[in-house]
Every structure is written in C-alpha cells, then in structure tokens.
C-alpha cells in the first residue's frame, strides 16, 4: 500500500519528505513487548501480531481474527499456486512491500509439494527475483502478458489450483487502481487482477488476497466496511473478492502470518528468520525498490525500520511454535 494521504497518531514519512523512518509506537523493536492500538485482545498470538497497526490505517475495522489460519488451511494441499505480487507507487518506484511476503509464502508452498510461479510486471520482477535469490530459490517470475487476453493465457497454460495476491492493486468500482493516496496508478501497474476477476465454475482457483490499506486485490471482501471508513477508503476500496482476504498492518506480515499458520499445520518450520527478512528488503532495495510511504530508495517497508519488521518475525516464530498467547 502507498503512503495515505492522512495520518492519524505517529507521523511518517510521506512522498520524500520529512524525516527518514523511524521506530514507531505501533510495532516494539524487541520481541519481548509489543504495543499497538487495534490489538486483538486475548485469543491467538498470530491474530495479535496481524491486528498491529503501526501505520494508523484503521485495519481493525476491515480485519478478522483467524483470517491467516483460514487462508492456511485453504492452502495446505495446493499444487499449482500462481502468486502474484508487486506494486508500483509512482513511475520508477516498486515498492518493498510485497515481494519479501510473497517470495516466504512461495517458498514455504514449495516445500509443502506445490508448483510455484510468482507473477508480476516489468518493475517489479527484479525485487521478486532479488528476494528468491536470498531464500536460495529458482526464480521462477513470470512477467504479466501485455494487451487483451493475458489472463485467460495465463490461466489456461498454468492450470492453477490456487491464486494468491500479496500486495497487488485491485480496481476500483470506476475501473481505476489507486494509490492509498487516491492517485492513479493503472498506468503503471498490469492489470493482473484479472486473474481473480470472473473465475466460475467448478474448477476455478482456490484465491487468496492478503493486504493492508483496502485497494488490494482482495478486498472486495470488505468493501462495505472500507467505504463507511471515510471517503478516501471509499474511493481507493477495490471491488476484487477472493475466497480467503488476510489484512495486516504490513502486507509482508500477513504473508508471513499465513506461513506461521502452515507451520503450525504441518509441524515443520517454514518461516524465515529475521536476519533474512533484513536481506530480503535490502535486496529488494539494491534492485530498485522504494519504501511505498517515504518513496525513497532506502531499506524500510512501509516507513518502519529494518528492526521492527525483524521483531514481528521473531513474533510470528513464537505464534508458530506457540499457537495461543501464554503458551498454550
């Protein structure tokens, strides 16, 4: 998601201005504390960890407790998974939200048995390669076909049995895709949200739209809740539905929360460390990445530093092993 256009609560960095990212009261830098306003109280880790939001975006009012499990379940026994992911804020500037999730939820897909492709647009494959590279997997990136018929091309030679989306533009009820600052971007982002649009039948995917801001691919699901928020949400909403929408306050923590989820399925350990998640973004950086708040060419994921994404991984890890706040 793009930097909003209004802030409530820790001011951040927005389009290259102001100061650079810092820590914020929404996310502890250590993993033994953590504070935010919209906290899940009681009930499971994972779902705390998720309801963070940092970025003061509301997140409480479209979210739903046990939406990561869900999407997890859903995905246990997929065998083919297209995953698309990568958003472009402003020409020249892909965003380091995205990549990192979907490149950890691929991977952990992968050695669950499934077939795995990534899908994206020109700007953007080089982060997703990036962020395969330091995971240590093959990059397998398709570029989103150009003119008419890209979907139905797609679709027809992957035979998918699940989509899935992690920080992909979604169009509006005007047709557009907007920013989270209501700016078009439909011009600089392939329209790959027509692979959810329109799947009937009973053969169709299984899809799964993972966001945080509400003009995600996905969140048709909510739209309704999005647009009572105010009317920048009802503008940016998109009106893509998916089967299974996981909201988090980053969209990467909900990619990784659905991987804590499987681990928790399975018994194995699927989710990356925080020392690769700091090479992943960093990675994503050196191959043209923006922070999509700040916009500028700097290693933070939605203007929060390098640690406090490093703390939600170390939390994740311990809602994996865990299951339920206080050990149970």
């Known amino acids: 998601?793009?930097?909003?256009?209004?802030?409530?609560?820790?001011?951040?960095?927005?389009?290259?201005?102001?100061?650079?990212?810092?820590?914020?009261?929404?996310?502890?830098?250590?993993?033994?504390?953590?504070?935010?306003?919209?906290?899940?109280?009681?009930?499971?880790?994972?779902?705390?960890?998720?309801?963070?939001?940092?970025?003061?975006?509301?997140?409480?009012?479209?979210?739903?407790?046990?939406?990561?499990?869900?999407?997890?379940?859903?995905?246990?026994?997929?065998?083919?998974?297209?995953?698309?992911?990568?958003?472009?804020?402003?020409?020249?500037?892909?965003?380091?939200?995205?990549?990192?999730?979907?490149?950890?939820?691929?991977?952990?897909?992968?050695?669950?048995?499934?077939?795995?492709?990534?899908?994206?647009?020109?700007?953007?494959?080089?982060?997703?390669?990036?962020?395969?590279?330091?995971?240590?997997?093959?990059?397998?990136?398709?570029?989103?076909?150009?003119?008419?018929?890209?979907?139905?091309?797609?679709?027809?030679?992957?035979?998918?049995?699940?989509?899935?989306?992690?920080?992909?533009?979604?169009?509006?009820?005007?047709?557009?895709?907007?920013?989270?600052?209501?700016?078009?971007?439909?011009?600089?982002?392939?329209?790959?949200?027509e692979l959810f649009v329109g799947n009937t039948g009973r053969r169709r995917p299984v899809t799964v739209g993972i966001g945080d801001g509400g003009n995600e691919i996905g969140m048709g699901n909510v739209r309704a809740r999005l647009v009572r928020l105010n009317r920048l949400h009802a503008r940016i909403a998109s009106v893509v539905r998916v089967d299974h929408l996981v909201v988090a306050g980053v969209s990467n923590w909900g990619g990784y929360g659905v991987v804590a989820a499987l681990a928790r399925l399975t018994g194995q350990d699927l989710l990356h460390t925080a020392a690769l998640d700091r090479r992943m973004v960093e990675a994503c950086v050196a191959a043209g990445a923006h922070d999509g708040v700040t916009r500028r060419r700097e290693p933070t994921v939605d203007a929060l530093p390098l640690g406090a994404h490093a703390a939600v991984v170390e939390l994740l890890r311990l809602a994996a092993r865990s299951g339920m706040m206080g050990g149970r």
Not at 68 to 97: H, I, N, Q, S, Y
Not at 122 to 148: C, F, N, R, T
């Open 1 to 193: 998601m793009a930097a909003p256009a209004r802030q409530r609560g820790p001011a951040l960095g927005r389009g290259g201005r102001g100061g650079a990212a810092r820590p914020l009261a929404g996310v502890a830098l250590g993993a033994g504390t953590v504070i935010a306003s919209g906290t899940v109280r009681g009930g499971d880790l994972l779902d705390q960890i998720l309801a963070l939001d940092p970025g003061a975006r509301g997140i409480r009012a479209f979210a739903r407790p046990g939406a990561a499990a869900a999407a997890a379940r859903a995905l246990r026994g997929a065998r083919r998974v297209l995953l698309a992911t990568g958003f472009t804020v402003a020409p020249g500037m892909p965003e380091t939200d995205g990549p990192p999730g979907a490149a950890v939820l691929g991977r952990a897909l992968r050695r669950l048995g499934a077939r795995v492709r990534w899908v994206t647009d020109p700007a953007s494959a080089p982060l997703v390669e990036a962020a395969l590279d330091v995971l240590g997997e093959p990059p397998d990136v398709v570029v989103y076909p150009e003119g008419g018929g890209g979907a139905a091309a797609l679709l027809a030679a992957e035979r998918p049995t699940h989509l899935v989306a992690i920080e992909r533009p979604g169009r509006t009820r005007a047709g557009d895709y907007l920013s989270a600052r209501g700016e078009s971007v439909a011009a600089l982002n392939a329209p790959v949200d």
